[in-house]
């Protein structure tokens, strides 16, 4: 079964632009959660979604929004780049994270690079 | 905020046994412990979770004290893809999100 995919593994971008990054689950899974990583703040929880519905949302401002589609796969948008935007955002994908035995599994990231 | 606590390196030699701490003295009754490890800017791989029960898959082991206040993640034979960032997490319960503290540096030497 193939693992959790995400696109584009590097991107650059300037101030001011915005980025769509996408995330394909593992099959079978429904849910995808999205994580940003900096050497500063570590890991830190974006936002859920489950049959296309945002379940959680994490502390982060309006300009990170994301959805997810029918099939699953899903996308995070970020607006108005900042130089503080630059970092490793992770999905990861799991059935239905409804118990507390629902394993999340991650996909490789998108390395963000905001010039 | 994390409620775990890692110490932030160890260094283990190649071949021996791997013994991660990790203290969550406020854990609640139904809060599951998870480990993860971060190779070098990979996204994280699971490794193992428990609940009150010793458990262990073809990747480690986990011990977690009767208290449940603390757990040791033990890889049995180390070896140099082993070097990582390990992660000791308790997973909230009611929303179930991971809460990521900074983790251990676990550097496996030859």
């Known amino acids: 079964k193939a693992g959790v995919t995400q696109t584009p593994r590097y991107l650059i971008k300037t101030r001011g632009q915005q980025v769509t990054l996408s995330c394909s689950p593992i099959s079978g899974h429904r849910s995808v959660s999205w994580y940003q990583q900096t050497p500063g703040q570590g890991l830190q929880f974006l936002f859920e979604y489950f049959s296309e519905t945002q379940r959680n949302k994490g502390n982060f401002p309006g300009r990170f929004s994301g959805r997810q589609f029918s099939n699953s796969r899903s996308e995070m948008n970020v607006s108005t780049l900042e130089l503080g935007d630059s970092a490793l955002y992770l999905c990861?994908?799991?059935?239905?994270?409804?118990?507390?035995?629902?394993?999340?599994?991650f996909g490789p990231g998108t390395r963000l690079t905001v010039l | 905020d994390a409620k775990t606590t890692q110490p932030p390196s160890m260094d283990c030699a190649e071949g021996r046994a791997a013994n991660l701490p990790c203290n969550h003295s406020t854990i609640s009754g139904n809060e599951y412990v998870y480990w993860y490890r971060q190779i070098h800017s990979q996204g994280p791989q699971y490794i193992i979770h428990g609940l009150k029960n010793n458990e262990t898959n073809e990747m480690a082991s986990l011990i977690i004290t009767e208290d449940r206040k603390s757990s040791t993640l033990i890889l049995p034979h180390a070896t140099l893809r082993d070097t990582a960032v390990y992660y000791c997490i308790v997973r909230l319960t009611g929303n179930y999100q991971l809460i990521w503290g900074a983790g251990t540096k676990l550097i496996i030497k030859p």
């Open positions: 990861a994908s799991s059935l239905i994270v409804v118990t507390s035995t629902d394993t999340q599994y």
